[in-house]
């Protein structure tokens, strides 16, 4: 894995002139459009950069851009890699490495998921302050390489502290409508059940997805600052349920997305 990482970035410097950014974004479903609001420099496809997988699911593009928000120098992954299209779990979470022996020390992510706590409804943005991993398999099982870090990773603190923080104060002087919540993170591809639902928030989080905490755990593995959202795109119960679909939470997380873009826009510029 440490070869592969250094050649990958050896060739994504190569083609971007050493751009070093500083903060990594990962783009989740329907979220692609962030893009607009960055300076785009360089965009490289998936399908060009050496040791990386290719995004298969509906609304992900697959391609990395390299620019500027906020007079910061940021790279976006404009479409992630999931467990669930087959690939092993240390391929989804690759492209953090790299992003890491690039220059990045903080990482944004981005998903969305069904929310389960009933004081939140389809549209709703809730900032990540824990998780719950649910995974079958996890991304620093088998051998631990040091020279990305330790073999026990102290996960204490996974969404930074500091971060929410910033990102709290920029919603009140925006007046943005944000919750906070836990976050579970399962396989998939499928949606839950009504009792799965019911079970996850049972256990203590707030909304349910298929992504994010591999992303999450591989940077704090690396010792990045990590800073989180979800879209709420279903709800889990009894009324929601229904429209659980991939169309469906596309066109919610699109409804969402202004205020989405916005959050995080500010919240880089403020870093």
């Known amino acids: ?21 500083e903060i990594g974004i990962v783009l989740g479903s ?53 467990y669930y299209e087959g690939y092993e779990i240390a391929k989804t979470v690759f492209p953090i490495r790299v992003m890491k022996y690039m220059g990045v020390k903080t990482l944004i992510v981005s998903n969305a998921s069904g929310g389960v706590n009933p ?47 910033v990102a709290k104060e920029v919603a009140k002087d925006k007046n943005y409508d944000i919750k906070e919540g836990v976050y579970y993170g399962l396989q998939g591809p499928t949606f839950e059940t009504l009792a799965e639902y019911k079970m996850v928030r049972a256990v203590g989080a707030d909304c349910v997805g298929m992504s994010t905490v591999p992303e999450v755990i591989v940077a704090r593995h690396m010792d990045m600052n990590v800073f989180g959202i979800s879209v709420i795109s279903d709800m889990g119960n009894e009324d929601g349920i ?18 989405a873009r916005g959050l995080i826009n500010e919240l880089i510029a403020r870093i």
């Open 119 to 165: 004081s939140f409804k389809v549209g709703d943005i809730m900032i990540i302050t824990d998780h719950i991993n649910a995974f079958p398999d996890h991304p620093l099982r088998g051998h631990n390489d040091e020279r990305f870090g330790p073999r026990f990773v102290n996960m204490n603190d996974a969404y930074t502290g500091s971060l929410i923080k």
């Open 30 to 82: 329907g979220l692609g459009n962030l893009t607009a609001d960055i300076k785009i420099d360089y965009e490289i496809p998936y399908s060009e950069i050496p040791n990386f997988p290719v995004s298969t699911v509906q609304g992900h593009k697959g391609a990395l851009i390299f620019g500027t928000i906020g007079g910061k120098k940021v790279v976006a992954m404009q479409g992630r890699f999931h």
């Open 1 to 21: 894995m440490w070869e592969q990482v250094q050649e990958t970035v050896k060739y994504l410097n190569e083609k971007t002139n050493h751009f070093n950014p």
């Open 242 to 259: 229904v429209e659980a679909h991939h169309e469906e939470v596309l066109k919610a997380v699109e409804a969402a997305e202004p205020i």
